[in-house]
């Protein structure tokens, strides 16, 4: 079975650095994205991992551990604009689509 | 410029229709998907396409039909044979080799009356 788990809803302030959570249980793993996605609008790219460790872009960072089946996107220097939900996806044993968790509502306040 | 495009972005229809959703993208991608997002729930995958003249269902096909006769275009047939169609439709495409994001359409918020 596939299960994807990220915290219903966090919040933050301007300013902060903020740890959004990712655990996954797949049949197969052939990479995690994750995605932002504002109210109402398509979700966007933000990173991608497939090999343990971090990938920093920017104020947003990315880590995977593949053992552990868990990732975390990490955001620095949060911005009102920041407030969206984040979306953890993995790309599955065939890796021909990509299963979603049911997101994390980030709200960050002033 | 390249991207993928849904439309309409707001549909109604009655109860008991068969409603179409149309996605077209011009960016050579051969791996073509739809998901279905409902609040709380996330992405959920309803069918998804690697190449023309193949289409394989997801976790939720009931209900819905697809077709791929152009590399370019993967409508999405809303039967009523499903039980709660009123949702908001992504439509996304993806190169298909190698660790390629996906490109998301803006999306069709259909409601069912």
């Known amino acids: 079975g596939q299960n994807i788990d990220q915290p219903t809803e966090m919040t933050a302030t301007e300013g902060a650095i903020v740890q959004i959570n990712c655990t996954y249980q797949?049949?197969?793993?052939?990479?995690l994205f994750w995605y932002q996605q504002h109210a109402g609008e398509a979700p966007t790219f933000l990173s991608y991992n497939v090999l343990d460790g971090l990938e920093e872009k920017g104020r947003f960072s990315s880590f995977l551990s593949r053992s552990k089946g868990y990732s975390y996107l990490l955001l620095k220097e949060l911005q009102m604009k920041d407030s969206a939900s984040y979306l953890c996806a993995v790309k599955d044993q065939a890796g021909t689509a990509l299963i979603f968790g049911k997101g994390t509502t980030l709200s960050v306040s002033s | 410029d390249g991207g993928i495009t849904q439309s309409p972005k707001y549909l109604f229809r009655k109860e008991g229709q068969n409603v179409t959703l149309s996605c077209e993208q011009n960016?050579?991608?051969?791996?073509m998907y739809w998901y279905r997002q409902d609040p709380g729930q996330g992405l959920r995958l309803i069918y998804y396409?690697?190449?023309?003249?193949?289409?394989q269902k997801g976790d939720i096909a009931e209900g819905y039909s697809v077709s791929r006769e152009k590399k370019e275009s993967f409508p999405l047939t809303v039967t009523s044979a499903q039980k709660n169609p009123t949702a908001f439709y992504l439509c996304?495409?993806?190169?298909?080799?190698?660790?390629?994001?996906?490109?998301f359409g803006q999306g069709t918020r259909l409601t069912v009356v």
């Open positions: 396409s690697q190449i023309v003249n193949d289409f």
């Open positions: 996304a495409s993806r190169r298909g080799q190698g660790e390629t994001e996906a490109f």
């Open positions: 960016l050579n991608h051969d791996a």
């Open positions: 797949t049949s197969g793993f052939n990479g």
